[in-house]
């Protein structure tokens, strides 16, 4: 009877630390979701880049490896195959040199699907529409956490809890 719990603690390790997989400490994919909020447009949106493509430039900019956004009550998803320079944009930029609270800011430049005659502006925290004065709305964004980080999550709170019921149960067995 003793050995099932130390059996499955010891399962429970192995499958866990074989699943986590080896990151190159030199570069990384990061992975954002961004809100867009206006008084006329609210939205949600996810980007990721190759954090290790960060040109040299005064103004140092990533190209995106992926990007969708969509407005709330729209059917239609925006890609970076929709910036209106694609292929050089949309890109990912830091914003250390600004005034943002966000450490990487995006630029992205859309027309709206429904209406051509429209366009749309995410730069950094500002978004804007082109039917409306500059600066119509602001953009948030947080960093999404990568899966293994996770999973490394869950399995350590998995442990814990499994650990924690083994005590009181010795406890309730002593008592």
């Known amino acids: 009877m003793k050995l099932f719990p130390q059996l499955a603690i010891a399962t429970s390790l192995i499958f866990g630390l074989a ?8 570069a990384a994919i990061v992975n954002y979701a961004f809100s867009v909020d206006s008084s ?6 996810l980007f990721s880049f190759d954090d290790s493509t960060f040109s040299n430039d005064n103004f140092p900019v990533a190209p995106l490896q992926s990007l969708t956004f969509q407005f709330d009550n729209d059917p239609n998803i925006y890609t970076a195959k929709d910036d ?13 040199s600004l005034a943002d609270n966000a450490p990487i800011g995006l630029l992205y430049s859309f027309l709206d699907k429904v209406n051509p005659s429209k366009s749309y502006e995410i730069s ?43 005590v009181r149960s010795i406890k309730k067995i002593k008592a």
């Open 84 to 96: 209106i320079e694609y292929p050089d944009y949309p890109v990912a930029f830091t914003t250390v």
């Open 40 to 45: 006329t447009a609210k939205g949600n949106g």
């Open 124 to 166: 950094g925290t500002s978004f804007s529409v082109s039917s409306e004065t500059l600066n119509s709305g602001t953009v948030s964004y947080r960093k999404v956490p990568e899966p293994s980080t996770l999973d490394s999550t869950l399995l350590i709170g998995s442990i814990g809890l499994f650990l924690k019921r083994k």
């Open 19 to 26: 699943t986590l997989s080896t990151k190159s400490a030199s």
